[in-house]
């Protein structure tokens, strides 16, 4: 059974930090892609940042020079490190996983950024 199970969520003031983690258990195959999307209320998933297996990563413009992705790859776990958060961050974060054919998500975990 596949898991993506993020943690580090939670509820920061604007200017703060936190770091997400997700660790991906029960894939079977090679994980191309690794990354993170995010739904505000009333808002489409939207791409956050995203990490190929060899390393090139893709940022939305939004977070991009706040917000960094990093991989284990060993460890078949993805990080985000999100710096100068700002109220318009706050939404519910979701990682992802891409192995062909499949994608797999996780179920989310809160960020709430406080003004």
């Known amino acids: 059974q596949v898991q993506l199970v993020e943690s580090g969520g939670g509820l920061v003031q604007s200017g703060g930090s936190l770091r997400l983690s997700c660790a991906a258990s029960?894939?079977?195959?090679?994980?191309?892609?690794m990354g993170w999307y995010r739904q505000a209320p009333e808002n489409e998933r939207e791409l956050v940042a995203t990490m190929a297996t060899g390393g090139s990563t893709l940022y939305a413009d939004s977070v991009k020079g706040r917000f960094t992705i990093s991989r284990d790859n060993a460890k078949n776990t993805v990080y985000l490190q999100m710096n100068n958060l700002k109220p318009e961050d706050t939404a519910v974060y979701y990682c992802y996983a891409k192995v062909p054919p499949m994608n797999y998500w996780g179920q989310g975990t809160q960020v709430t950024v406080s003004s």
């Open positions: 029960g894939i079977i195959g090679r994980i191309y892609i």
